[in-house]
């Protein structure tokens, strides 16, 4: 499960890191990402097959949606059978992208109620989700381009806190990802080995990442147990 996540990162950092080639989308630093709103996403762009850094909707909506009103728009795709579920089984062959991230939240389940943590890289550097992405035309012309998660088993590190966690791809992961290299993007669908580091967040002290409205670095800052 991914829930939440945060993005601090500067927009030209993330164009370098991706080599994207787009214009700088306008988005400014979270701390608490939540459904439906807008995220840095990178893509190959449908025309070029350039790397695009967009803002897209956490939510995916299937192309075939009839009602946007009636769209269950899920946030996260069950690594295991998303090649095969239908509302996932057109992105993961077409339009498969990374989702950037500086830590992602998870809530582990005590008999007090549930603890929510933070989670990031030991070594400091992005996270990068693997992503399915999905573009959807309203009767009247807009254009609604959104995206899920994908998740896997939880690794060692997590499995206190969740059952699931995102799928993380490392750099030499995402040529093949995105589909500029020839090879399997399923055999990169599995818990990361990579070094983690997870500590707890409120809401004992300050705000709680659970609120939507609550937004700030201090949502990342640790509460000894």
């Known amino acids: 499960m991914c829930g939440r ?34 995220a840095p996403v990178v893509r190959l762009h449908p025309q070029t097959g350039a790397r695009h850094l967009d803002l897209l909707s956490w939510g995916l ?24 579920t239908p509302i996932f089984r057109d992105a993961m062959a077409r339009r498969r992208c990374l989702v950037p991230m500086d830590a992602f939240y998870e809530w582990q389940p005590t008999p007090g109620g549930k603890i929510p943590h933070a989670i990031a890289r030991a070594d400091a550097a992005l996270l990068v989700a693997a992503g399915l992405w999905e573009g959807w035309r309203a009767p009247d012309g807009e254009v609604v381009r959104s995206f899920t998660i994908l998740t896997t088993a939880a690794n060692p590190a997590l499995q206190a806190l969740h059952d699931r966690m995102p799928v993380i791809l490392e750099p030499a992961d995402w040529p093949l990802w995105l589909g500029e290299a020839a090879g399997d993007p399923a055999g990169l669908l599995h818990p990361s080995t990579a070094a983690l580091r997870l500590w707890r967040v409120g809401p004992s002290v300050g705000p709680s990442v659970g609120n939507v409205r609550h937004n700030g670095p201090d949502l990342l800052a640790p509460i000894a147990p």
């Open 5 to 38: 996540f945060a993005l601090d990162s500067a927009m030209h950092r993330l164009r370098a890191v991706f080599a994207a080639v787009n214009a700088l989308p306008n988005f400014a630093p979270s701390w608490n990402i939540a459904p439906r709103q807008l």
């Open 61 to 84: 909506l299937p192309h075939w949606t009839s009602s946007l009103a009636a769209a269950r728009r899920p946030i996260n795709a069950r690594a295991e059978t998303a090649a095969t």
